[in-house]
């Protein structure tokens, strides 16, 4: 939890989850933001040398930050999986590792590679997620 001035009790609960990040040569398992306002799953360009994904300096894309920075970003395919109480979800995606990322989580989870397969449910006063996989994603265990 972060702290905060802004809510009574100095602690704000954030929507983040474990999620691990699967590359050619590596898996990561890092902490992920659920970010209803990101259009697509994005990951600090720093894990993409750890995962063993080569990025194209010459690949690279600007794109604006919900508070109007710009963003350098570069594409790129990784496997995701979500390891529930008895059931483990994995999908290939392609996601958007972008330069600077000093955010609050490793991995934001936007619309693109993310929501598009879960049901989320939000409960702010019990600081709980809910994710509920649509019939898009299939169970591996």
Not at 21 to 39: F, K, M, Q, R, Y
Not at 96 to 120: D, K, N, Q, T, W
Request: charged share 20%; hydrophobic share 45%; aromatic share 8%.
């Amino acid at each position: 939890m972060e702290k905060s001035s802004a809510i009574p009790s100095g602690e704000i609960a954030r929507p983040e989850i474990l999620i691990r990040i699967i590359g050619p040569n590596s898996a990561i398992e890092v902490s992920a933001l659920i970010d209803t306002g990101a259009d697509q799953v994005f990951l600090p360009v720093s894990l993409a040398e750890l995962l063993g994904i080569s990025i194209d300096a010459d690949q690279c894309e600007g794109v604006e930050s919900a508070g109007g920075h710009e963003l350098k970003l570069w594409l790129g395919e990784v496997e995701l999986e979500i390891v529930g109480d008895d059931q483990s979800y994995r999908w290939s995606v392609q996601v958007g590792f972008i330069e600077g990322s000093s955010g609050p989580a490793a991995a934001y989870l936007g619309h693109a590679g993310f929501l598009e397969y879960y049901r989320v449910t939000f409960d702010g006063e019990a600081q709980a997620v809910e994710l509920i996989p649509t019939a898009r994603l299939e169970s591996i265990s």
